[in-house]
């Protein structure tokens, strides 16, 4: 079993640049890839990004080039950073391990953080 913790939510201000972090324990983290999704209030939950055991990664277009999905082997962590936040980026953002970065799976997710951008 993964347990997965995001953090780094908030309430920010369009523009502004946070970073949110994935925490795991249990597993062997270096093997999975690890993604990033969000969901919006009355939406469905959307892919963000996503990143392979070996560092390659993929962005949804609505953030290509604003958002870094990074992550640190050593530390166990995934950390998505976002710069030049709109208020449509506002969501809960959960973290997910899959089996790999184009399975389509994902099998552990974290609880969520929240990421408030006013306008």
């Known amino acids: 079993q993964v347990h997965l913790v995001e953090s780094g939510g908030g309430l920010v201000q369009a523009g502004d640049s946070p970073r949110l972090s994935c925490a795991a324990s249990?597993?062997?983290?270096?093997?999975?890839?690890m993604g990033w999704f969000r969901q919006a209030p009355g939406k469905e939950r959307e892919f963000v990004a996503a990143?392979?055991?070996?560092?390659?990664?993929v962005y949804a277009d609505s953030v290509k080039g604003r958002f870094t999905i990074s992550r640190d082997n050593t530390k166990n962590t995934v950390n998505l950073q976002m710069n030049s936040l709109k208020p449509e980026d506002t969501a809960l953002y959960y973290c997910?391990?899959?089996?790999?970065?184009?399975?389509?799976?994902?099998?552990?997710w974290g609880q969520g953080t929240q990421v408030t951008v006013s306008s």
């Open positions: 997910a391990t899959s089996i790999g970065l184009y399975s389509g799976r994902y099998d552990w």
């Open positions: 990143i392979s055991s070996g560092g390659s990664t």
């Open positions: 249990g597993g062997i983290f270096s093997r999975y890839a």
